[in-house]
């Protein structure tokens, strides 16, 4: 399945998506993720595969021990397309490696703004989270404001960029937290279980978590099935 995965795109808020582009290690190696992972355990020892059922018990052992490093083993490269409201929560996790698509260099369209479903209310309890949403008549007033405010940011992008402003000063003009940004991201399996942890988390803000759902369901289950197996015993659930 993991030959399938590299390439493979999917959609996420209204006008993001992400997709894999590099895997390793890569398909073509005919060693897969779960058993590279083995491999570099069993190094310690100077070992290799013991057949299905006793690699799989030793990487269960090794993720519920916390025994990490050998997760390091595999790699994940991503490009990510999300608004900045997203990546403000993204880059906290140093873990990832990162390179961003330069407003400097490519001008913005008109598409490239994030337009929620729904308006979340505040949390009573919580001064950084969300909850509940509002009516559909607030919501639908809230949505059509918003449109406005980016068709006129836009408006003066557009008109800065034809009067010969440079694109790196124009773009003062957009809407700062909702401009789609596409990025080409990598991190190992390890500190990529850490990412999916805290921003799967039901805590976690809406635009970050759908992102980290989607790597988890389409990306990393499909690459590293037994450690994923893990991965929702041990760190999700806690068993």
Request: aromatic residues 12%; hydrophobic residues 40%; proline residues 4%.
């Amino acid at each position: 399945m993991a030959d399938q995965l590299i390439g493979k795109r999917v959609d996420v808020l209204d006008n993001g998506w992400i997709e894999l582009i590099d895997l390793m290690p890569h398909p073509e190696s005919k060693v897969s993720g779960d058993l590279a992972i083995v491999n570099a355990a069993r190094v310690s020892f100077l070992g290799e595969s013991k057949g299905p059922e006793r690699d799989k018990r030793l990487l269960f052992y090794l993720l519920r021990q916390r025994h990490t490093s050998p997760f390091e083993m595999v790699e994940f490269k991503f490009r990510v397309r999300a608004p900045l409201v997203t990546w403000w929560q993204w880059v906290r996790h140093r873990t990832w490696n990162m390179n961003a698509q330069s407003g400097r260099y490519t001008p913005f369209q008109e598409s490239d703004f994030y337009v929620p479903d729904v308006w979340r209310r505040q949390s009573k309890d919580n001064k950084q989270a969300s909850e509940g949403a509002l009516e559909a008549a607030e919501n639908d007033a809230l949505t059509r404001q918003l449109l406005q405010h980016y068709d006129e940011g836009y408006r003066l992008y557009a008109q800065a960029l034809a009067q010969g402003v440079s694109k790196e000063m124009a773009r003062l003009f957009l809407p700062g937290f909702s401009v789609y940004y596409t990025w080409v991201t990598k991190i190992d399996a390890h500190n990529l279980m850490h990412f999916l942890r805290l921003r799967m988390a039901s805590d976690a803000q809406l635009e970050i978590r759908v992102y980290a759902e989607a790597i988890h369901e389409n990306f990393f289950k499909p690459a590293l099935p037994w450690t994923a197996e893990a991965f929702e015993r041990y760190v999700i659930k806690g068993g």
